[in-house]
T-cell receptor
Framework: DTEVTQTPKHLVMGMTNKKSLKCEQH?????MYWYKQKAKKPPELMFV???????INESVPSRFSPECPNSSLLNLHLHALQPEDSALYLC????????????FGEGSRLTVL | AQSVTQLGSHVSVSEGALVLLRCNYS??????LFWYVQYPNQGLQLLLK??????LVKGINGFEAEFKKSETSFHLTKPSAHMSDAAEYFC???????????FGKGTRLSVIA
């Protein structure tokens, strides 16, 4: 099983809503990532969890709140988002370290109204 | 600092023609180099990577890339383009594997029948 599963695939929310994006992997990987990708742009790193601890936060606004409940799950809690936060949010995992292959999910496409 | 530059935001080739996507990197220490592909409405998938050793790297789907230190390049090639190769291609670099990947801006490959 070499999949990273993301739910939901599509999400539309208002600026006052609270929602969550979920990511799951069963490859035994110890590092999990959240990326944000705008149309026709490369993925931008948001957060990295290593061994279930937050190791990198790329100065992401606090309206995005990551959570890693266990080594297989990664959540991204969303609150009071802005329309410019509309994007494709990609989850990825690696065995550990940055030289290994990043396994990406298909992404959650978020639209903020 | 590390960075990667992809020359050409859009490349168009005829089916059966050579594919050449250019990537140059900037790194003061030995780089680890990657090519990822993204098909529409999907996450990214690793095509190939260079860490150490042989400078000609073969990947999936008939792609290969050659690490040329003297030219600070890692260009991606495929002898014969197929319609299914139409996608966005991202070159990425990490400094000695100690920092998260930095992605280039991407090159969109179109294949004309």
């Amino acid at each position: 099983d070499t999949e990273v599963t993301q739910t939901p695939k599509h999400l539309v929310m208002g600026m006052t809503n609270k929602k969550s994006l979920k990511c799951e992997q069963h490859m035994g990987h110890r590092a999990m990532y959240w990326y944000k990708q705008k149309a026709k742009k490369p993925p931008e790193l948001m957060f990295v969890y290593s061994y279930e601890k937050l190791s990198i936060n790329e100065s992401v606004p606090s309206r995005f709140s990551p959570e890693c409940p266990n080594s297989s799950l990664l959540n991204l809690h969303l609150h009071a988002l802005q329309p410019e936060d509309s994007a494709l949010y990609l989850c990825a995992s690696t065995e550990g370290g940055y030289t290994g292959e990043l396994f990406f999910g298909e992404g959650s496409r978020l639209t903020v109204l | 600092a590390q960075s990667v530059t992809q020359l050409g935001s859009h490349v168009s080739v005829s089916e059966g023609a050579l594919v050449l996507l250019r990537c140059n990197y900037s790194s003061s220490v030995p780089p680890y180099l990657f090519w990822y592909v993204q098909y529409p409405n999907q996450g990214l998938q690793l095509l190939l990577k260079y860490t150490t050793g042989a400078t000609l790297v073969k990947g999936i789907n008939g792609f290969e890339a050659e690490f040329k230190k003297s030219e600070t390049s890692f260009h991606l090639t495929k002898p014969s383009a197929h319609m299914s190769d139409a996608a966005e291609y991202f070159c990425a670099v990490t400094l000695s594997g100690n920092t998260p990947l930095v992605f280039g801006k991407g090159t969109r490959l179109s294949v004309i029948a």
